[in-house]
């Protein structure tokens, strides 16, 4: 099978969730990195590509010189990926759309909703795929507890809770550079929100990815801990959803003694099903009157559509990249199906859309809205 040829914009020397996807796309064998712009910064821009192997003539100064210079190549990607922070993911995204490209990009895709919309149009006017890279919702038995609510083993959704707690953000109220952090609390980079755009986001489509419920409205908290903290780092959300269900959701980095504590409960009326992303090769599933279960990834009984993702038996864990990499492995079908002119409706694929990163920034900016009016209730 020939692989996926890809370009990437981020990821240098120093970065983080760069060099996440790059590991994550490396570990199918399925993609080949050809070209890539993994820094502003010349320096570590060529050493990131030496240390890859890449060659230097495809490496590239800017997101923009690299879209017009692989576009016109007949060996060029067959998707670019943007790994950028967050007040160039709009520019990167479009400069790839409307050379020709598909194209994953980090959360959240946009720091508006204008923008999110203005790239679904370019996306669409150039019937190109435009994903989005919502991590946990790649897990294994995050996607058992979807198959399982969507087959009605917990009944109808009464309730949901979600929590994602941290505490890196503690100690950094301080004006000093802290590296991945300084840009995320940063509002002329970061947008508008720090943690609700960070980390509640990710409570949001998780959500939604589990049950396909959608919010209706929601009113919001955003606190500010710290002096001189120009962005929230800690937040409480209500929720309500469609079908009438209700919600809360959590979200702090100044949560002491949390490292990356993402949990998803889903209460229905027929049972219940509990996600751990700290404990992602379990799931917690209730039925009414009956005992616990903790369903273990690898085994017989996990759904079919979920089994199908795992690459080690049970026991061995698999983890963070691991979902990355299930994600690419989504989006790489669907990329193949569209050169092949057998493309699905997307909601049979098992990546984030564009339709979703919508969702994921105007969820962002209702928090932010409720939360400027006192906690009011804002509609979705």
């Not at 970065?15 to 796309?25: D, E, K, M, Q, T």
């Not at 199918?28 to 240390?51: I, P, Y």
Request: charge should be negative; glycine fraction near 10%.
């Amino acid at each position: 099978m020939s692989k996926l040829r890809y370009g990437i914009v981020g990821g240098g020397e120093g970065s983080f969730i760069g060099v996440v996807h790059r590991n994550a796309l490396a570990l199918s064998g399925q993609f080949e990195l050809v070209c890539a712009c993994f820094s502003r910064d010349s320096g570590k821009n060529q050493r990131t590509a030496a240390s890859v192997g890449l060659d230097a003539a495809r490496v590239y100064d800017s997101f923009a010189e690299m879209a017009a210079a692989e576009a016109a190549r007949s060996d060029k990607p067959d998707f670019m990926v943007v790994t950028t922070r967050n007040d160039w993911h709009f520019e990167a995204c479009k400069a790839f759309l409307e050379t020709g490209f598909h194209v994953m990009c980090e959360k959240p895709l946009a720091t508006n909703t204008a923008d999110a919309l203005e790239l679904k149009r370019i996306a669409k006017a150039n019937d190109l795929l435009l994903a989005v890279s919502y991590t946990y919702s790649g897990h294994v038995m995050a996607m058992d507890a979807r198959n399982r609510i969507r087959r009605g083993e917990i009944g109808d959704i009464l309730m949901v809770m979600g929590e994602y707690p941290q505490d890196w953000l503690l100690d950094m109220a301080d004006g000093k550079d802290h590296g991945i952090a300084t840009w995320r609390i940063d509002p002329k980079i970061a947008g508008g929100s720090n943690c609700i755009g960070d980390i509640g986001t990710h409570i949001e489509h998780t959500v939604s990815f589990m049950t396909g419920l959608k919010i209706v409205k929601l009113c919001a908290v955003l606190d500010k801990v710290g002096e001189g903290t120009e962005l929230d780092n800690n937040a409480a959300v209500l929720l309500k959803f469609d079908n009438g269900a209700t919600g809360c959701y959590w979200c702090s980095q100044v949560a002491a003694g949390y490292d990356n504590a993402l949990k998803v409960r889903i209460f229905g009326t027929n049972g219940a099903v509990e996600f751990d992303q700290e404990a992602s090769n379990y799931l917690k599933v209730v039925k009414k009157s009956g005992p616990v279960e903790i369903h273990s990834r690898g085994r017989g009984y996990v759904t079919a559509a979920a089994a199908a993702y795992a690459v080690i038996p049970a026991g061995h864990p698999e983890g963070y990249h691991n979902a990355f990499a299930n994600l690419y492995l989504s989006f790489a079908e669907a990329v193949k199906d569209k050169q092949n002119g057998t493309l699905k409706p997307l909601c049979e694929y098992d990546f984030a859309t564009v339709d979703n990163g919508i969702e994921g920034v105007r969820f962002i900016e209702a928090c932010l809205q409720s939360a400027s009016a006192g906690g009011a209730w804002v509609d979705l």
